[in-house]
RNA sequence: CGGGGAGUAGCGCAGCUCGGUAGCGCGCUUCGUUCGGGACGAAGAGGUCGGAGGUUCAAAUCCUCUCUCCCCGACCA
């Protein structure tokens, strides 16, 4: 490709509306444009590496077993209807209406669509297991993008489902997808990590994030550097003290002290000069939950111990709530509580739920609100002061936590999901009634896992942990092209031109991918753009070297310049190619499945 | 949805307080000189100042409404 040609524009100054590193490179570099928040355009060069990921995914998926079609970005919404999904994904599904009235959505994702397919096709558990992908486009109405194209709401995702006849066979499957996926972000030169997951709104029984550590990731991360636990803050949990300070501590009997003005954790125990750990922490959630297939308001009073924070993710699944919001004001007051300085004692436990974190109950003498506009309680203690519904994990485990395995504390880190597996089990093919005969001749539903990979995050990932000050720094394997061949010609030297134009033509003829800065512009802008650009090696082609018949070779990743000779440039790149693939190659690494 | 910020040429910005011919740098076009890390000179092209109302002799500037984008939070298969 000539860049006199190459429709696009480099930018010396990155658009201010970009922060994040990943998103100002890709549109100084010219990869991508912005048409409206969170839907992108890709520019050649842009697209060019994102073809490259696509033929890694399907590279990597055919390898184990996958067939790729494709599968429709509308949909009817009676698919969405018949999973409840329908009802239960509120404003992110985006739903629209054709001319016949009949209504449909863009697909979010395409459980639906493929169990449906699946079902059409599948009749016997010989045609098990088998897995579907396709390399599709999403649409999914976040509510808030961010980060170029860290978090988007049109992206191609690749997404595959398997389907088994039995857990067994999926649970054999799965750890293949999981090596896979290693494979692709290795060979994308990501280095990524794979953490237990919430399931979300997929629903299923086991789930892995895979995580490329970066500080623009949206998730925190719990790491063990001790044992290896690493799990989603989500899910993570950690081993939980015997108690507070007082553990052990005999019960003292209640007493009512004075603290106004105090209607904070932190302002409490600054201002009984105790630990937080000493106190109890009221919050008041609403959940909607469902009961006899309504949807219903359910209160939920949380008390945890002052110094954890809660988990809504745990307090979420454990109560089967959709959704979980703060309690207004006069929905507090309404349970008999006061906002501020809320507590346990006392209250009225008609209508709500009382959820204690199991914490609570081990540590003795807490100071709780006294339900009244400036007044704590000392001394309160679970059991003997009020009796909890439910005592749960419900908190949220945070730096410096000691691990759940073996006790060493724990590291947060924040990280991009750039991938995700999950064991989705019977959900879906329930609810579309898709079933098969197995070898008894019973018909069972069919036991699905599925599999996602966001490709323009994947791309951002990579950009984001692999750039300098100059620019891009693309791992080979993904580059938009392997070599910028710069000429430095001018117009007082045509044989530097003549030179420049037959390695490009001998690079074409050998097809070693070229980008070939042909532009008539001054050296400096020239690599300057190389640099942005960030394609691997780099090929300058000057009057000096013409004249001792040499090329200089610069790789984008280290400083080192080297001399190739004109004649022999073209196998010398070849070689160069294929060494710095197999260095990308080389530094795959694999997290074992837990 | 809550909080904050911003919309003026492709990009970065000034002008707005105090109403009076729409500017600067980069980029772009043409010509000339230059030519190994973002050259120089000369001459140009390019903007309904996000949109709609209003106030005024006169609005980028003041008022009202509205749209869009960015950041933090809520949310997130």
Redesign the pocket.
Known sequence: MRMSKLFF????????????RS?QLML?AGLIR?V????FEYLPLGLRAKKKIEAVLRNEMNAIGGQEIVMPVVQPADLWKRTGRWYE??D?LARLTDRGGRELVLG??HEEVITELAAGVISSYRQLPVMLYQVQT?F?D???????LI?VRE?T?K?GYSFHASYASLDDYYPLVYQAYFNIFGRAGLEVIAVES??????GTMAHEFMALTE?G??TLLLCDECGYKANRQVATFTKPEGGADAGEEPLPMEEVATPGVDTIAALADFLEIPQSQTAKALFLMATVEQDGEEKQQFVFVVLRGDMELN??KL?NALKAR???PAQPEEIRAIGAEPGYGSPVGIRRENMILVVDDLVPRSPNLVAGANRDGWHIKNVNCGRDYEPDLVLDVVAAADGHPCPVCSAPLRSVRGV?VG?I?KLGTKYSEAMEAVFLDEDGKSAPLVMG?Y?I?VG?LMASVIETSNDE??IVWPITIAPQHVYLVS?A????PEVIEAAERVYADLMEAGIEVLYDDR?????????????LGIPI?L???????KNGIA?L?LRRDDD?HELPLDDLVDRIAEIVEAEEARVLDSIKTDPLQ
Do not use: Y
């Open positions: 524009q480099t930018l010396r100054e990155a658009p201010a509306d970009a922060d994040v998103h100084r912005q409206a928040a969170g839907i994904i509120g992110d979010m994702t999403k999914r976040e509510p808030r993008p961010r980060g170029g978090r992206f995702m997404d919430d399931t979300g709104m997929m629903g623009v949206e998730d809504e993710t979420s959704q979980l919001r999901e995700n999950f599925c996602g966001g995050r100059d620019g430095l001018t117009r007082r030297t008539d512009e001054r050296a400096g802008v020239k690599f300057n753009d190389a640099d942005l780099r300058t082609i000057g009057a000096r070297g013409v200089e610069k310049m």
